[in-house]
């Protein structure tokens, strides 16, 4: 049982929005209403005045910075705008008042003056010879967050430019019988996390701490140090339970800001976004996907290219990693002798790209297993032979120099045909299938504490979000001290008491960290039967642990028996410590990814002809993923997944207009409901305990994203005979090819 | 213009009377002056029903519900729900299906799941959909929901 559920159904829980700290104060951003703009005046007087405030940060206030300009892959977003914006939404004021009413009522008061400069609404017009250029000076750092440095130009809008090749690609094309060219779109798209970004900063004699929804707190740690020139030592970061991420809350949003706001104000400071803040703050990038295929007379897959273009926005934040794993994640499970895949990412005057739920992964499968589909028409194939012609094996290499594909694919797809059509292996379908290449760092440490009363502390910094990882990683440590799982306490992140983890994201934390609080729970044992070696005066083979405390012989002891005997009061704990690193498990760790993370999904659609409005009917998707460490949360991991892939493929689409966001609101974007969803639902786990995590687990809860929007479209194209090769389909993007087909037959 | 009213609210089973500012909204007053944080604040424009309380046994958005306006009331939240300790049914089939993830979402479902089976105890799917679809989800893909509220409303 997962020990945060019982808290959040009976209103326990507490989520970073509702911690409060004494004497705080609360912070409304004022934002940029320009997509590019020199800031030429900027007058907070009248709200400096207004009732309840105590101070208004703004760029004059740089010098309260170490440094002004932070990043992942290049510092290139300030803390707070100085001279210059880059997209509507841009902080450019924090109103620190009293009560969050008084700091939004004075946030009205702020008037800047902007001059507007011409922008780049879209990736076409950045990459444009004449388009201004929104980063003058790069400055990338390396191996900070991400392994690796990202590949811009300097002088151009490009900040990352990546290719993936392998073989003779050329020579492939001019020995084909057949080339198949499309091109497909994907729109940006809004986390849109129940809980929108919130973060506290409070200053004190011991440094800054910083309460905050954040997936990645060790990466908030490190830029905060940088930021504020600080020691890591005196940055503390803490973590409540999280109202859903997605990736929106990764890396590093808010909190430079809400620090320098409190870093102004003298006083502890809470920034809670609203909703339409939090869809300007982060989303997933965009793209466009061209994507080639070469075959012979055989019909064989020769080569495949791709050239993928994605809108980063106005900061770089973990786009070049986006747009790398876009590329990888082209590939499919497929052989493909020869490749060529590039990658590009574009500054653009929006709402800065980041991380979000497989990146890159349903941008790129959407393109791939569209075109797959296109090509198997135009053959005059059913899409599944086509598909098992080329699909890899267990063992085989999806890209040169990875691990070999740790799954087979076969099993998946026809886990996924089966379950949709009921044993009728050529009955109608869409199906999409998907291979990614999780960016895990394997690097992650764990304590576990074991006190006299029995009562056993965890101490992690993996993120609970919803996946339930403080119940794996109960489970793992209650089954390695012999305990039942409720004396087994997981403690709220918190960088002052937790050792370095990553950071909770890319399907890592039970394995990973599942690995860590595993090997800190046999460390906790050792220490304790030589403690009571020593202490009973006996062979530590005669010793083992027992629920409530340890095993001599046939006599039980409690762990208050057992320091009463070593201390003389009953009084002490033992402390387990264990870091995992690349060299971990004979280095088995060290070769990336550490788990192929798959998905295999096949559906059945209706569609209304007058208005062109899409229903999925029925929906199923495969997963192999080890071994369930909880299995009604690995489903729903699985299944919430696939519905916000649902989202993807027919309603979400953050639209901006010449620089301006025109759905980036609750009422106007429009996420997956209840009645979008089926009742004819299959999700398949495939476990043969075969992956490297504890109890042989594979990470999972990304998959189930990546092939929903193909599988719609290839079952919108083979059962009613359009082909939609832009997101989302809506309706009236399905009315006009249905009435196209008609007009075209007629 | 501070104007205040004076209201009689019986929350959770007990009466509270207070005097609030009138333009007071309900979500407000439940978190900040009664302490029940498990009315979550997410859209703020009442398309979400993270905040939904009963109100009289009826579920209502308390984002864009003045605390004046439920004078005279009884407010219900999922604190009200756990009776001598124990849980409601669906409170309780919401852990056993793992309906929850994140959590935030999770009081306005129950919530509006307990409206639907205090006037239907058994809807049927295309009714728990009518009922529900005013709480949006992000995490769970909705099916664990709909299983939980069908085994609370069968148990």
């Known amino acids: ?746 | 213009m501070d104007t205040s009213v004076g209201i009689s609210v019986e929350i959770n089973g007990a009466l509270v009377s207070r005097s609030v500012p009138a333009e007071t909204l309900l979500i407000d007053f439940l978190r900040d002056d009664m302490g029940l944080r498990s009315v979550k604040l997410s859209c703020d424009m009442e398309i979400c029903g993270a905040c939904t309380v009963l109100v009289d046994g009826l579920p209502m958005s308390s984002c864009t519900t003045l605390a004046a306006d439920v004078d005279g009331s009884k407010v219900t939240t999922v604190e009200g729900l756990i009776i001598d300790g124990v849980l409601d049914p669906l409170q309780q089939a919401f852990i056993d299906h793992g309906a929850v993830q994140c959590g935030f979402c999770t009081p306005g479902f129950i919530l509006a799941a307990k409206a639907l089976l205090l006037r239907n105890p058994n809807p049927t799917r295309a009714e728990i959909v009518s009922a529900l679809d005013g709480n949006i989800c992000r995490c769970t893909g909705y099916t664990k929901i709909v299983e939980a509220i069908r085994h609370a409303a069968s148990a």
Not at chain 1, 540 to 556: N, R
Not at chain 1, 655 to 672: C, I, S
């Open chain 1, 1 to 746: 049982m997962r020990p945060d559920l019982l808290e959040k159904v009976s209103g326990k829980a507490e989520f970073i929005s509702d911690v409060s700290i004494d004497g705080m104060a609360y912070g409304k951003v004022v934002r940029s209403t320009e997509p590019h703009a020199r800031i030429i005046g900027m007058d907070v007087s009248r709200a400096e005045q207004a009732n309840g405030v105590v101070c208004v940060l703004t760029g004059a206030d740089s010098g309260l910075l170490t440094q002004t300009d932070w990043g992942l892959f290049y510092e290139d977003r300030p803390v707070i705008a100085r001279d210059r914006v880059r997209y509507v939404g841009e902080p450019v004021a924090v109103v620190v008042a009293d009560t969050q009413a008084r700091a939004e009522a004075a946030s009205r008061l702020v008037v800047v003056e902007y001059e507007q400069l011409s922008i780049c609404a879209t990736p076409e017009q950045a990459l444009a010879g004449d388009a201004p250029v929104l980063h003058e000076d790069f400055r990338p750092i390396s191996d900070f967050y991400f392994k690796g440095t990202a590949r811009g130009q300097a002088g151009t809008n490009v900040f990352q430019d990546y290719l993936l090749e392998r073989g003779d690609v050329d020579s492939a094309e001019r020995s084909a019988q057949r080339i198949f060219e499309h091109s497909y779109s994907f729109p940006g798209i809004a986390h849109f996390a129940m809980e929108p970004h919130c973060a506290i900063a409070r200053f004190d004699h011991a440094g800054l701490t910083i309460w905050s929804g954040a997936q990645s707190p060790t990466a908030v740690q490190k830029v905060l140090a940088r930021v504020f020139g600080l020691p890591i030592a005196r940055v503390r970061v803490i973590v409540p339970y999280v109202g859903g991420g997605f990736g929106g809350k990764a890396s590093v949003k808010i909190e430079p800001l809400v620090a320098a706001a409190a870093r102004k104000a003298g006083r502890p400071v809470k920034v809670l976004l609203s909703a339409e803040e939090s869809m300007l703050t982060c989303r997933r990038l965009a793209a466009i996907i061209t994507i080639r295929t070469a075959i012979d007379a055989e019909g064989a897959i020769l080569s495949r290219t791709g050239d993928i273009v994605m809108d980063g926005g106005a900061y770089a934040d973990t786009g070049p990693a986006v747009a790398l794993k876009s590329a990888h994640r082209l590939v499919g499970p497929y052989r493909l002798p020869n490749l060529r895949i590039r990658a590009r990412a574009v500054y653009t005057n929006t709402v800065p790209g980041a991380a979000f739920r497989s990146i890159g992964g349903p941008q790129a499968v959407w393109a791939t297993e569209s075109h797959m589909d296109e090509i198997a028409a135009e053959l005059g194939e059913d899409p599944v032979d086509f598909r098992s012609r080329h699909l890899l094996q267990r063992g085989d290499e999806v890209i040169d120099n990875l691990r070999p594909l740790d799954v087979d694919p076969t099993v998946m797809m026809d886990a996924a045909v089966e379950a949709t059509t009921k044993g009728h292996n050529h009955a109608s379908r869409g199906l999409a299938l998907a291979v990614t290449d999780p960016g895990i760092l394997p690097v992650a440490g764990a304590i576990v504490r074991v006190h006299a009363d029995g009562s056993v502390e965890v101490r992690s910094m993996s993120v609970e979000i919803g996946q339930g990882v403080r119940g794996v990683l109960q489970r793992i440590v209650a089954e390695t001290l012999s305990q039942p799982p409720e004396v087994i306490h997981i403690l709220d992140p918190d960088t002052a008491g937790a050792p370095y983890d990553w950071g909770t994201g890319a399907s890592r934390s039970s394995m990973i960290m599942g690995l860590a609080v595993e090997k800190a729970a046999g460390d906790a044992v050792s220490k304790l039967l030589a403690l009571a070696s020593e202490a009973f005066e006996l062979e530590t083979t005669a010793i083992s642990l027992a629920p409530g405390g340890l095993k001599l012989g046939d006599k039980t002891v409690s762990f208050g028996d057992l320091f009463h005997a070593a201390h003389g009061i009953d009084s002490g704990d033992v402390t387990g410590q264990a870091s995992i690193t690349p060299r971990s498990l004979d280095g088995k760790l060290a070769q990336a990814p550490l788990f192929w993370e798959t998905a295999a999904a096949a559906c059945t659609v209706s569609v209304d002809p007058d208005t062109g409005v899409v229903a999925l009917d029925t929906y199923a998707g495969v997963a192999d993923i080890g071994r369930a460490l909880n299995r009604s949360a690995a489903e729903g991991q699985e299944e919430g997944a696939a519905v916000q892939g649902l989202g993807h493929a027919l309603f979400e689409n953050l639209v901006f207009d010449d620089g301006q966001p025109m759905t980036a609101m609750p009422l106007l974007y429009r996420v997956p409901r209840l009645s979008d969803v089926p009742a004819d639902w299959t999700t398949v786990l495939i476990e043969n305990g075969d992956g490297l995590g504890p109890m042989g687990a594979k990470g999972m809860g990304e998959g189930g994203i990546l092939g929903m929007a193909p599988a719609i479209a290839n079952a919108l194209a083979r059962d009613h005979g359009v082909r939609l090769r832009d997101l989302p389909m809506t309706p009236e993007r399905v009315w006009t090819a249905l009435s196209a087909r008609k007009w075209h037959a007629s």
